[in-house]
């Protein structure tokens, strides 16, 4: 009795979900359902989900889908939506609470929210219909972000949900959590997809806003205890792409047993687009990486010892 309601009271525990993607094959092996959480310790100057940052539910606004209609000016009882005598339509997002009333009257879906509030349940109810793809597949569901252990004690009650129904279980990490977490969610995780940014402590710092050492010792920690962990490493011309970082990947991928490739993940610009809908600034001067560029950087990784290697 004492379970079922400790079970039951976990399965009630609500997260902050953005998205969930159906039939993603990206995130670890098969077909998957990705569930991406909000919330982030680091500030990636390329992050990919910069929507995924706050752990709270934001506003997001697509200036090209507005068509002047006022609306949403009309019904914001904090005067977040104005108008100049152009018409031109801007957002003073740091007066937003995310009511969401603006998103309802809104003509042309050019407001959204990003993040609303998940149970356990809720969330699970969504993954399972996908459970024969799963199991046709060799895939599962992934949790993702953000940084799903941000949000630490529902990103632990959907895995142990998920693993009490055969269902494969990836966390995409950037390593910056309590190390407690990696120890105590571990035994409900198939797969760690742990990402790898940047080499040396200062550039670390830099590019991500933290240093390595929390993200090296859980690396280490994962090792110890013998779970899987694929190394993702996003490669950003002019930023990490240095033969140094190469080398370090490689140097990392054969120190530890427990990791079983290394992804490679070019660089892509879907994230600008997503900084300016949120109101965040991207500063990343780059261009994305020609297919000669992205083969090249395969063809040093396995020189310098990498054998399992593939495009994340």
């Not at 995924?52 to 939506?81: A, M, W, Y």
């Not at 962990?229 to 990490?240: A, D, F």
């Not at 994230?271 to 990486?289: I, L, M, Q, S």
Request: glycine share 8%; net charge neutral.
């Amino acid at each position: 009795m004492m379970y079922e309601m400790m079970t039951s009271n976990a399965n009630n525990i609500k997260g902050i979900v953005f998205d969930i993607q159906k039939f993603s094959v990206n995130d670890g092996p098969g077909i998957r359902t990705t569930v991406f959480l909000k919330g982030c310790q680091m500030k990636c100057v390329w992050c990919h989900n910069p929507e995924s940052l706050s752990t709270k539910p934001q506003l997001g606004f697509n200036q090209d889908k507005c068509i002047g209609c006022r609306s949403c000016e009309r019904v914001c009882p904090n005067g977040v939506h104005r108008f100049d005598e152009q018409g031109k339509h801007s957002v003073a997002f740091e007066d937003c609470v995310a009511c969401g009333l603006c998103v309802d009257v809104c003509m042309n879906d050019a407001l959204k929210i990003y993040g609303i509030s998940m149970s356990v349940d809720h969330v699970f109810a969504e993954i399972i219909k996908d459970k024969v793809y799963f199991d046709k597949s060799g895939g599962g569901v992934t949790l993702s972000g953000g940084e799903a252990l941000k949000q630490f004690d529902f990103s632990l009650a959907l895995a142990k949900k998920c693993k009490q129904h055969g269902i494969h279980v990836c966390i995409e990490t950037n390593g910056a959590s309590k190390t407690e977490y990696y120890e105590e969610i571990a035994p409900f995780v198939d797969l760690f997809l742990f990402d790898y940014k940047a080499t040396g402590d200062q550039l670390h710092k830099t590019l991500t806003g933290m240093n390595r050492r929390l993200v090296d010792l859980n690396l280490k920690r994962l090792d110890d205890i013998n779970a899987a962990v694929i190394l993702r490493c996003p490669v950003i011309p002019g930023y990490n792409g240095s033969d140094e970082h190469f080398k370090a990947i490689a140097e990392v991928s054969k120190s530890m047993a427990n990791i079983r490739k290394v992804e490679l993940l070019p660089y892509h610009n879907l994230g600008k687009g997503k900084a300016t809908e949120v109101g965040r600034d991207y500063t990343v001067n780059t261009t994305v990486p020609t297919d000669d560029q992205v083969n090249s950087w395969l063809a040093k990784l396995k020189r310098y010892g990498v054998v399992q290697v593939a495009l994340g």
